[in-house]
């Protein structure tokens, strides 16, 4: 196993275009005569993808953090191999995507996510977001953090710790405890859904949480 080497290819799925045109980011990893596929969770205009670099080309807000979240995930990729190596049993290429997914999905946190979510609102508050549009996210923020405290006695939640009655048991917080209306408890609730669609796209997740929560 020392002698083989692990190599990751990143590369676009044109066939699969969603609705803006972009395609998905693929990645294949080679270790020996074994392959394992997975999804980026990650979308380029194939326009702006430069193959022989596996990154999305120009200085743009898009571009930048589309490299460097393949930047992480690459790391995590090679941290899993090592891992995996350091082991001294035999494995293959597809246990090295297991591995580092759910590396990934074990230490990606909810409100982590959901105040990263905000820093990238901030850049377009006064263009196609309303401040006060804003300061609801950050309320449900609040609240979220306040919920988790109180229920599960610690600061936050990896993506893999969120069950499905997550999203009940809050709405019974705010609107009971905490005493607000139920239009704002919904509104809460759509935007939780943002945050777990996010994870989910980006590889935190490995299932779309609360897709069939409707409000």
């Not at 999804?39 to 930048?64: I, T, Y």
């Not at 590396?103 to 990606?108: A, G, L, Y």
């Not at 979220?144 to 710790?161: E, G, H, M």
Request: with cysteine; glycine share 6%; proline share 2%.
């Amino acid at each position: 196993m020392d002698d083989m080497k692990m190599k990751v290819l990143l590369y676009l799925k044109k066939s699969s275009r969603d609705r803006s045109g972009k395609a998905p980011i693929m990645g294949r990893i080679t270790l020996g005569r074994s392959i394992a596929q997975f999804s980026c969770k990650l979308f380029c205009n194939p326009d702006l993808w430069n193959p022989r670099e596996s990154r999305m080309d120009g200085k743009s807000r898009e571009a930048v953090e589309v490299n460097r979240r393949l930047d992480n995930l690459l790391l995590a990729v090679q941290a899993s191999y090592q891992s995996l190596l350091a082991k001294g049993s035999p494995f293959g290429a597809t246990d090295i995507k297991e591995h580092f997914q759910g590396s990934v999905q074990s230490r990606t946190m909810l409100l982590e996510r959901f105040d990263g979510l905000i820093e990238e609102m901030k850049d377009h508050v006064g263009v196609d977001i309303k401040e006060n549009s804003l300061a609801a996210y950050r309320q449900t923020r609040v609240q979220l953090q306040r919920f988790i405290r109180t229920k599960y006695k610690v600061s936050d939640l990896t993506f893999s710790q969120l069950t499905e009655d997550f999203i009940k048991q809050f709405e019974q917080y705010v609107t009971g405890e905490v005493g607000l209306k139920q239009s704002t408890c919904y509104n809460m609730i759509v935007f939780i859904k943002k945050v777990c669609k996010l994870a989910y796209r980006e590889g935190a997740a490995d299932s779309l949480l609360f897709d069939n929560v409707h409000v």
